[in-house]
Each structure stands twice: as C-alpha cells, then as structure tokens.
C-alpha cells in the first residue's frame, strides 16, 4: 500500500544532542511538510517542501532543518533539542494536480521525540 | 491572523446519536475544508474534504460548508464509542503553491455505550 513512513516512531534525546527524523512516501507526492503537535494543541507547521523549494515558516527555529535528498525522503534535523522542543513529529505529503497543489495532506504515524 | 475556531468539548454523545462538530474560520479566500480524526497519541486521519457550500456525504459523515457564515460543520450519525477521538477542522489560506492548512485545537469526542 502507498504510504507515509515515519522513522523512529518513538525517538528519546538527550538535552543539546542533535537528532534527525526522517520521513519516507510511496505516493510519489511532490509535496512534503513538516509539523509539530504538542499535547492539546493544534499541529503546527514547520517547514515544507515544493519538489526542491524550500519553504520555511516565519517563526519556525533556526534550530530546526530539514534536508529532501529526493523525491521519496525528507529529513527534519534538530540541530540542539531543547526541552521545549518535546512533541510528537508529523510528516505530511501532499501531491500537485495539473500544476497546482492538492490541499489535501496525508500524514505519516508521527514520530515521538522525547528530551531528557 | 487567520484563525480557525472550534469548542474544545469535550462533546459528549450516546452511542447511536448523532454528533454535530462545528468550525469557523476567519480567511474568506479560503477554498478547501478539511476534517481530520485524531486518536490519543496518533497522527491526524482524514475524515472528509469538502469545497463547495452545500453539503458532502460519505457514509455515516457529513460534512457541511457555507462561505457565507464562514461556518463548516461535520456530522457524525450513529455514533459507535470507535468514533471517540479528536477532531481537527483545517482551511486552507495563502496564494498558488505556497497554500497551507490552518488548523484548529479540535473538537474532543466520546461516544458513551
């Protein structure tokens, strides 16, 4: 089945110890975002990537990267995680119809980040 | 700001009840209306998609949208205690390819036996 894969699914950190979640899509979907969701909120919307552009939120930490070697992969890198930065990880994908970008998302299991 | 609101809940229904879940949203350029499910500890699932003022049905949901009123709603008939969950009402805003979804905090669920 196409799918969105996210890896790990549960990803524990030490204080300032870089991380990097990864995000794969069988769908071949042009589009890819990333979001973090913390408890009772809303997702919020990181960054996310148009074929190779990249499109980075306003508020969005420069302690947060994201890297897309290809189509299928996408990368979110925290360069220094935070104690803050504890939240479950979402990564989304999306797909172009005639040239335009189809608003409907679909999401990969998430990835729980945990900083002790 | 855009904003898109919905009552936090939680909204308590029967088992066999129809649950009404409401959205507003502030963005009149806005297109595509979303509703996703969100289970405790899971990613967002989507529900139903709807564009047009009228209403959409997909089985035991229904979503309904009017543009006017900035006002979209989803309606769960025949509740089953499987349908207890978040839900996330998301619009869209922003020009071309650089649209993104608002998200609001959602609506809890709990559908009592």
């Known amino acids: 089945d196409a799918m969105v894969i996210q890896n790990p699914r549960y990803q524990v950190t030490q204080f300032g110890k870089p991380v990097t979640l990864s995000c794969s899509q069988t769908l071949n979907h042009n589009v890819m975002y990333w979001y973090q969701q913390k408890s009772s909120q809303a997702p919020k919307l990181l960054f996310h990537?148009?074929?190779?552009?990249?499109?980075n939120e306003a508020d969005t930490p420069d302690n947060f990267q994201s890297r897309r070697p290809n189509t299928s992969f996408c990368f979110l890198d925290i360069r220094s995680p935070g104690l803050g930065d504890a939240a479950m990880y979402l990564c989304?994908?999306?797909?172009?119809?005639?040239?335009?970008?189809?608003?409907?998302?679909?999401f990969g299991p998430g990835t729980r980040l945990t900083v002790l | 700001q855009k904003e898109v609101e919905q009552n936090s809940g939680p909204l308590s229904v029967p088992e066999g009840a129809i649950a009404s879940l409401n959205c507003t949203y502030s963005d009149r350029g806005s297109q595509s209306f979303f509703w996703y499910r969100q289970y405790s500890g899971k990613s967002p699932e989507l529900i139903m998609f709807i564009y047009s003022n009228g209403d959409k049905e997909d089985g035991r949901f229904t979503a309904q949208l009017n543009k006017a009123s900035q006002y979209v709603s989803l309606l769960i008939r025949d509740s089953q205690p499987s349908d207890s969950a978040t839900y996330l009402c998301a619009v869209t805003t922003g020009p071309g390819n650089n649209r993104k979804l608002i998200w609001g905090l959602g609506t809890s669920l709990a559908v009592n036996p």
């Open positions: 990537y148009y074929d190779k552009d990249f499109n």
């Open positions: 989304a994908t999306s797909r172009t119809l005639q040239g335009a970008v189809s608003d409907t998302q679909y």
